[in-house]
């Protein structure tokens, strides 16, 4: 593929404000916003995975966006799809002489975009999972820390289901050694400018409370009902994790409501974390994020993006 124009990324852990920001500097220079959400592809599932749609109506303007609503509840989506729908988009984008912005949380899916990503390689090993399915999430992660694979500085282990995949990626490595995979290679890897949020802790933990909350009462337990109604099974829907996971377990009588909102808000404020966690490896392995102050008024943050995005994208058209 002919990368001729740069990404401009805007990431951040979950309640940051990406969505806000990312919106508002692609209403400034003519972008339109890829998702690099691995959630809000699906249809149906829009007050869970927060895809906040009101936020791409900016001053009267409507910003396009991509890689939301494409696939039905209850399918798998993985990142081998994300790449692949992702290159869709870039090149829709460019052909309308637009700038591509990409706006998510999910790190695994930016991760495969600006360093390369080979892992549809690895063939599933359904016995492994059985296997795994047993165990802990602890004793999965302790499984893991022991393994010994060029995959593992790589892996992003923030679900349970990721977790998973990458014990079957270490296993398969260990198992093959002679097995040439790449995990980074320059000709997969987009060129990007990445900007990222990140508010206090405190401010956070508020955040998502506050909007945990506000989805309670806009209907989230509504929405997964009529997804159970509509024939999706409760492991799918628990697949998907977090939302989903809990709403559905107090649904079909596994939690009752108030230990559902317990622990669904405590696992939102861990999943926050294990982003920020994984953010701060893609820093490690040499991707520079622009963290933007939180006390900067909207209108910094916007000039801020866009004029280092342009330089950037100066100096990138200038060596290409």
């Known amino acids: ?85 992702f290159a869709d988009s870039y090149r829709e984008i460019l052909a309308a002489n637009h700038i591509p912005v990409v ?35 602890e004793q999965l992660l302790e499984q893991f820390h022991r393994s ?51 508010p206090p802790v405190e401010t956070r933990r508020e955040r998502i409370s506050q909007r945990l909350a506000a989805r309670l009462k806009q209907g989230l337990i509504e929405e997964v009902q009529n997804l159970l109604n509509e024939g999706i099974s409760d492991e799918s829907l628990i697949y998907y994790g977090l939302e989903y996971k809990y709403v559905t377990l107090y649904l079909t009588g596994g939690l009752s409501y108030e230990e559902m909102c317990v622990k669904l808000e405590t696992e939102i404020h861990r999943f926050a ?13 040499g991707l520079k994020i622009n963290w933007i102050p939180h006390e900067w008024a909207e209108n910094e943050k916007i000039r801020f993006v866009i004029a280092h995005y342009r330089e950037f994208k100066s100096g990138n058209t200038s060596n290409m």
């Open 273 to 285: 974390k294990r982003q920020m966690t994984f953010f701060r490896k893609m820093e490690k392995d």
């Open 103 to 137: 706006c998510g949380g999910t790190g695994f899916y930016m991760y495969a975009l600006l360093k390369g990503h080979a892992n549809d390689t690895v063939p599933v090993n359904e016995a492994l999972r059985e296997s795994l399915e047993n165990q802990t999430t």
């Open 148 to 198: 010994n694979s060029p995959y593992h500085s790589l892996a992003d282990t923030s679900t349970r289901k990721r977790l998973i995949r990458a014990l079957e990626i270490a296993t398969f490595l260990s198992e093959h050694p002679g097995q040439e995979i790449r995990f980074g290679t320059k000709d997969q890897a987009y060129p990007a400018m990445i900007f990222g949020l990140n």
């Open 1 to 85: 593929m002919n990368l001729e124009t740069p990404l401009l990324v805007i990431l951040g852990p979950t309640a940051s404000g990406k969505t806000h920001l990312a919106t508002r500097v692609a209403y400034e220079i003519g972008g339109e916003v890829i998702s690099a959400d691995s959630r809000q592809v699906y249809r149906q599932m829009d007050i869970g995975t927060g895809k906040d749609l009101d936020e791409y109506r900016v001053n009267g303007r409507s910003i396009p966006y991509h890689l939301i609503n494409i696939r039905d509840a209850g399918e798998k989506y993985n990142v081998n799809d994300f790449q692949h729908d």
